[in-house]
């Protein structure tokens, strides 16, 4: 039953009471002289009127400890939300729809750098710097319509006349019928976040301002690279017409002269082509030519062209094929650069021994191929280096056995663009070996990465 119900009732029995004594009293009066008969009566109807009274005392007395009970619990819990709003570490406000302060939590009036007794009954436009509190204004009017508003990023002016970036919530809350609405604001400091954001934002005109290097320095090799190409060509092409034409009427000296020419243009034109390819590959220019060939004819031709420069250094070399398929799907040109740069380096940094080059097929869908010296081989701490551009395994090194570093940078790009592998085995001192994987019939390229670490 409702406290409202509880009273209705009370004030019922009080007047059922009141009635009782009132009639008694009316009845004594009418009859003036002293009947015993009905003095009892009236006796026995004044003792029910006063249980009733008491009864009703009780009730009274019931109802209002429960009130108290009530008006106790209700004070706790708006105590606690007081503490809620309080304590809370964003600033809240609450402001009549032209912006005056109503009530503020700790957080606000820390945030806008005063007392919180300060706050009350100050308008809140007080803390926008001058230029902008005209839009403020304008967006002050708008929040009825709007009802809520999110993220409102505004600049507030603490009271000692610091600026910071502040984001604002703000809803709209009609109070009573007949009353205007109010305004519940939460405030959050966004200062590091917008310092954050500036950060993002510049690192973000500093790449750009880098990939446009980048760009422009590929740009600039590749050209650079055509440009000396062009003449070098012409240069090993008639000092090679020299060596057969005038072979006769040239001395030994002179032809020896020649031969060197023709053999450091032929190394120039190596490094300069590398470079171009590197730059294509950097910037994502070089695409691969497939096509079905011959892997056995592509192998033993390579192996061939480099015969002589291993025979130099008196070194062995040999193939072992086991394919039952020799065909695949590849860029042949590109796949003798691979095993070109596999070869020389294995020729390269090996003084005694021999070679090996295997081609099998692990699966009918792919094929392997290993490349074997018993060369000055590899620590293991440098062989994932060994793949990133311009990196040797050591500057003594470099002095006996030259080189650019381009080599295998070059090598793992274009196996990953093969959609292949490539891995690493070697012991200091014992050789290495070399082995590539790849998909019998290469796909589409992607200049990926193939290095797979052992
Ligand atoms: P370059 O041969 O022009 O220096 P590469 O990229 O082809 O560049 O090779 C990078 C480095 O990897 C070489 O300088 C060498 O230190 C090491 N390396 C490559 N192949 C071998 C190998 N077969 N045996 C020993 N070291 C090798």
Redesign the pocket.
């Known amino acids: 039953m409702s406290f409202h119900q509880k009273g209705e009732q009370f004030s019922q029995k009080v007047q059922t009471a009141r009635q009782r004594a009132a009639a008694l009293e009316q009845r004594i009066v009418d009859s003036p002289k002293q009947d015993p008969e009905l003095l009892a009566v009236s006796l026995e109807e004044l003792k029910t009127a006063l249980e009733e009274l008491h009864v009703a005392e009780e009730e009274l007395r019931q109802q209002n400890e429960s009130l108290l009970a009530a008006r106790s619990a209700l004070e706790s819990e708006r105590q606690r939300y007081q503490d809620l709003f309080d304590l809370a570490p964003d600033g809240y406000l609450v402001t009549d729809g032209a912006g005056m302060i109503r009530e503020a939590n700790q957080a606000a009036a820390q945030l806008l750098g005063v007392a919180h007794t300060y706050l009350v009954g100050k308008p809140l436009i007080i803390f926008v710097p001058e230029d902008t509190r005209r839009a403020f204004r304008s967006q002050l009017t708008h929040l009825p319509k709007l009802g809520l508003l999110q993220e409102w990023e505004v600049r507030l002016k603490s009271r000692q006349g610091n600026l910071f970036d502040a984001a604002l919530t703000v809803a709209s809350v009609r109070d009573k019928p007949g009353q205007g609405s109010s305004l519940r604001w939460m405030l959050r400091d966004i200062t590091a976040r917008k310092q954050a954001e500036e950060k993002i934002r510049c690192y973000h005109l500093q790449n750009l301002h880098l990939q446009e290097e980048v760009r422009l320095k590929s740009q600039f090799l590749a050209l650079m690279s055509h440009e000396l190409r062009t003449p070098m060509n012409a240069i090993l092409g008639f000092s090679q017409l020299l060596m057969r034409q005038a072979q006769h009427q040239l001395g030994h000296n002179q032809l020896h002269m020649l031969e060197r020419i023709f053999n450091s243009g032929k190394h120039l034109l190596k490094l300069i082509e590398d470079i171009l390819d590197f730059s294509k590959l950097e910037a994502g220019r070089l695409e691969l030519n497939l096509e079905e060939f011959n892997l056995v004819e592509l192998v033993t031709q390579t192996v061939e062209e480099l015969q002589s420069l291993a025979h130099q250094k008196q070194l062995e070399v040999h193939i072992h094929v086991c394919l039952d398929n020799p065909y695949v799907v590849n860029d042949s040109n590109r796949l003798r650069q691979v095993l070109v740069?596999l070869l020389s380096?294995?020729i390269?940094?090996?003084d005694s021994g021999s070679i090996t080059v295997d081609a099998c097929e692990p699966t009918p869908d792919q094929i392997a191929i290993a490349v074997k010296?018993t060369?000055?081989?590899?620590e293991q701490s440098?062989i994932k280096q060994?793949f990133q551009e311009f990196?040797?395994?050591?500057q003594s090194?470099?002095r006996t056995?030259g080189?650019?570093?381009?080599?295998?940078?070059i090598?793992d790009r274009l196996v990953g663009m093969m959609h292949g592998k490539i891995q690493v085995e070697?012991q200091p001192g014992e050789g290495?070996t070399?082995r590539l994987e790849l998909p019998r019939k290469v796909t589409s390229s992607s200049n990926t990465s193939a290095i797979v670490s052992k």
């Open positions: 740069n380096n294995a390269k940094f090996t010296d060369g000055i081989g590899i440098e060994i990196r040797q395994v050591s090194l470099t056995y080189g650019t570093g381009l080599g295998l940078a090598t070697s290495s070399f």
